[in-house]
């Protein structure tokens, strides 16, 4: 039997579709809280980042959710009821969010946002694992083509994400400056609703997955606690989460740079934002037809270089190198501040194959979950210790003077990783035969 995610038009291509797209769309309302945060409530570099990072606490408990939807069915289903639960989580805090009024506390609307990561963290790992099992899911065609079907549907699902993006930051950038921030969130509250009501009408036997009687979680534990014992997994694992955590980010500084130093209009950056999420579509194409047969640990530690290389870029850009040589300050953030955001993700897409490929059958959620708390760890690490390279170079909402040494030091964090790189297999389907 073929599975379904080979077919066109198909119910887990649609349910998945729409899940990745609403989760690329929500730099929508996420570029609204930028300025609402900072034109509205008055913080400070600092403290913007602070809060965008703390933010994110609730994807650090994915492996918890993925147990969770590994393990306990509801009326016969484990997927798509938690990918419900997580629009209407979203929906709730977005809409309260809408109709608070503008004087709003920072502790009160971070209790929202909060609310909000669960609800996103709840159903991306839902629709992470249904990826993850379809890759797993028997056909009567070879391990060959099975590997490309699970490289196509990754590569679909990362498309569906990055249009999301795209249309997210584009739409943002324009109505930032036409509606209230309040508009935005109700916008967005309404899409996810709207995503709720469609997810409870799907019926998870429509997608075929393979079926798999509840294990309980004690046991769903135990199995995540053996597939991560596996070294392939283990140091996979390890070496990609501290490629993030070992970079200090500069979101927060860099925002404050381009909107207070340089004057840049809230637009250049929503087109910054697109071209950015363009990137993405592009690479995920790129990486369907061309990459796939590129060994992993090439391919990504390539990715990280290209990193450091527009980091130094972001620092000649600082000391005004490209504006010596007439390239306007607009246009430098809308190409290549706007790549370099993104680029950060680029390593995702080849990876989370590779970890499908070396997962055991049986713990797909528990596992992809578990990467992908680890990333969200490592990016708030990432974050606080942008902070506090932020604090050291002495760099505030006025004086950048420190952001050209901040730029450099962040660059040779990004080279780090590569020389540990051996941590990454080459082959994650022979090393799946080698541990069968």
């Given at each position: 039997m073929v599975s379904s995610d080979t077919n066109g038009g198909n119910p887990i291509r649609n349910l998945l579709g729409l899940g990745f797209w609403v989760q690329g769309f929500r730099c929508f309302p996420w570029l609204?809280?930028?300025?609402?945060?900072k034109d509205g409530l008055n913080v400070d570099p600092s403290t913007l980042q602070i809060l965008q990072n703390s933010a994110n606490l609730p994807m650090v408990g994915k492996p918890f959710y993925g147990v969770i939807s590994d393990a306990v069915y509801i009326s016969g289903q484990h997927r798509v009821p938690y990918i419900a639960l997580g629009a209407l989580l979203q929906a709730l805090s977005w809409l309260v969010v809408a109709n608070s009024p503008s004087s709003i506390s920072i502790f009160t609307i971070s209790i929202f946002l909060l609310l909000s990561n669960l609800g996103a963290s709840i159903a991306e790992v839902a629709n992470d694992a249904i990826v993850a099992e379809t890759s797993k899911q028997?056909?009567?065609s070879t391990k060959k083509s099975q590997s490309s079907s699970s490289g196509n549907l990754q590569s679909f699902v990362w498309i569906a994400s990055s249009i999301g993006g795209v249309l997210g930051n584009l739409l943002g950038g324009i109505a930032i400056g036409r509606f209230s921030a309040q508009a935005m969130f109700l916008a967005f509250g309404l899409l996810t609703a709207l995503q709720f009501f469609i997810t409870i009408s799907v019926r998870e036997s429509s997608l075929r997955l393979p079926k798999s009687p509840s294990a309980g979680i004690k046991k769903q534990l135990l199995e995540l606690s053996v597939a991560l014992r596996k070294p392939e997994i283990a140091y996979s694992i390890s070496w990609f989460a501290a490629s993030y955590a070992i970079i200090p980010a500069l979101t927060g500084t860099m925002f404050f740079y381009q909107t207070q130093h340089?004057?840049?209009d809230s637009s250049v950056l929503g087109i910054s934002k697109v071209f950015g999420q363009a990137a993405m579509?592009?690479?995920?194409?790129?990486y369907?037809?061309?990459l796939k047969s590129v060994p992993p640990r090439k391919l990504i530690s390539a990715i990280q270089v290209t990193m450091a290389v527009f980091m130094f870029s972001d620092f000649l850009f600082v000391r005004g190198f490209y504006q010596q040589m007439g390239i306007p300050d607009s246009l430098y953030v809308v190409f290549f501040s706007g790549v370099l955001e993104v680029m950060f993700f680029f390593k995702i897409l080849p990876f989370n194959i590779l970890i499908a490929q070396l997962c055991p059958p049986g713990c797909e959620g528990s596992v992809m979950a578990f990467l992908m708390s680890a990333v969200a760890l490592a990016f708030i690490v990432?974050?606080?210790?942008?902070?506090?390279?932020?604090s050291y170079v002495k760099i505030t909402g006025n004086d950048f003077s420190g952001l050209p040494l901040a730029l450099l030091i962040q660059a040779s964090c990004t080279l780090l990783p590569i020389y540990w790189s051996s941590c990454i297999p080459e082959d994650g389907k022979s090393k799946a035969k080698k541990t069968d």
């Amino acid at each position: 039997m073929v599975s379904s995610d080979t077919n066109g038009g198909n119910p887990i291509r649609n349910l998945l579709g729409l899940g990745f797209w609403v989760q690329g769309f929500r730099c929508f309302p996420w570029l609204a809280v930028n300025f609402f945060l900072k034109d509205g409530l008055n913080v400070d570099p600092s403290t913007l980042q602070i809060l965008q990072n703390s933010a994110n606490l609730p994807m650090v408990g994915k492996p918890f959710y993925g147990v969770i939807s590994d393990a306990v069915y509801i009326s016969g289903q484990h997927r798509v009821p938690y990918i419900a639960l997580g629009a209407l989580l979203q929906a709730l805090s977005w809409l309260v969010v809408a109709n608070s009024p503008s004087s709003i506390s920072i502790f009160t609307i971070s209790i929202f946002l909060l609310l909000s990561n669960l609800g996103a963290s709840i159903a991306e790992v839902a629709n992470d694992a249904i990826v993850a099992e379809t890759s797993k899911q028997p056909a009567s065609s070879t391990k060959k083509s099975q590997s490309s079907s699970s490289g196509n549907l990754q590569s679909f699902v990362w498309i569906a994400s990055s249009i999301g993006g795209v249309l997210g930051n584009l739409l943002g950038g324009i109505a930032i400056g036409r509606f209230s921030a309040q508009a935005m969130f109700l916008a967005f509250g309404l899409l996810t609703a709207l995503q709720f009501f469609i997810t409870i009408s799907v019926r998870e036997s429509s997608l075929r997955l393979p079926k798999s009687p509840s294990a309980g979680i004690k046991k769903q534990l135990l199995e995540l606690s053996v597939a991560l014992r596996k070294p392939e997994i283990a140091y996979s694992i390890s070496w990609f989460a501290a490629s993030y955590a070992i970079i200090p980010a500069l979101t927060g500084t860099m925002f404050f740079y381009q909107t207070q130093h340089l004057k840049l209009d809230s637009s250049v950056l929503g087109i910054s934002k697109v071209f950015g999420q363009a990137a993405m579509l592009l690479w995920g194409v790129i990486y369907n037809q061309s990459l796939k047969s590129v060994p992993p640990r090439k391919l990504i530690s390539a990715i990280q270089v290209t990193m450091a290389v527009f980091m130094f870029s972001d620092f000649l850009f600082v000391r005004g190198f490209y504006q010596q040589m007439g390239i306007p300050d607009s246009l430098y953030v809308v190409f290549f501040s706007g790549v370099l955001e993104v680029m950060f993700f680029f390593k995702i897409l080849p990876f989370n194959i590779l970890i499908a490929q070396l997962c055991p059958p049986g713990c797909e959620g528990s596992v992809m979950a578990f990467l992908m708390s680890a990333v969200a760890l490592a990016f708030i690490v990432s974050g606080y210790l942008g902070v506090l390279l932020a604090s050291y170079v002495k760099i505030t909402g006025n004086d950048f003077s420190g952001l050209p040494l901040a730029l450099l030091i962040q660059a040779s964090c990004t080279l780090l990783p590569i020389y540990w790189s051996s941590c990454i297999p080459e082959d994650g389907k022979s090393k799946a035969k080698k541990t069968d």
